[in-house]
């Protein structure tokens, strides 16, 4: 099974943890390490991406050729799907420019990987971006209580701009999964594996 364990230890940077991974395939390009938020979930999720619980395999490494991840946070998800399809082209999006450091700096030395630090939506231009209180990996460009006040802006590309072929699609986008679905399964009918978060049960139904 590929993917990795890992195992939490304190960096000398500040506001970040460092976890030693420890992968289950044999790849010399994958990091022994990665800096993550110290926010109190980031391990949590790590430990669900990596173990295969969030993006369960269902493809054969030969249908995946091409692998674009909307909403990358800090590159667990791309590390993942590294090691799962080690010969596929994956593009990395993310928009806030802080948790874009850290996924280029997770994911520096790895050619198959490519970063993009930007936002995708619906449209292109600018978007007022909003940092979560409590956890990094629910900053949006759609503000709710549990948001800063303050906003700061970041470039958007419209996801229909998105080139193909693609085969694997993920969207984390926190509440612009929707908009980003529309634009883009008209463009790609060959897409073979997508995978998408939900925020609710309106959502989910629509997604479906």
Request: proline content about 7%; aromatic content about 4%.
């Amino acid at each position: 099974m590929p993917g990795g364990a890992i195992t939490a230890g304190w960096s000398r940077k500040l506001g970040t943890q460092k976890l030693e991974l420890h992968w289950t395939e044999d790849a010399s390009d994958l990091p022994e390490s990665v800096e993550v938020p110290d926010d109190g979930t980031s391990l949590v999720i790590a430990c669900e991406v990596l173990k295969g619980e969030s993006y369960p395999i269902v493809a054969p490494k030969r249908d995946i050729r091409r692998i674009v991840d909307i909403g990358a946070h800090v590159g667990l998800s791309a590390l993942y799907f590294h090691s799962v399809y080690p010969s596929a082209e994956i593009v990395a999006f993310e928009a806030d420019p802080e948790t874009c450091g850290l996924l280029e700096e997770n994911t520096a030395g790895i050619d198959k990987i490519q970063v993009c630090c930007t936002a995708i939506t619906d449209h292109r231009g600018e978007v007022e971006f909003y940092r979560h209180k409590q956890n990094p990996a629910q900053n949006s460009i759609h503000k709710t209580p549990h948001h800063e006040d303050s906003a700061i802006a970041v470039l958007c590309d419209d996801a229909a701009d998105i080139p193909g072929p693609i085969d694997l699609l993920k969207v984390d986008a926190e509440g612009v999964e929707l908009p980003i679905l529309k634009r883009m399964l008209p463009k790609h009918p060959d897409l073979k594996v997508v995978y998408v978060e939900s925020h609710s049960n309106k959502d989910e139904r629509a997604i479906k």
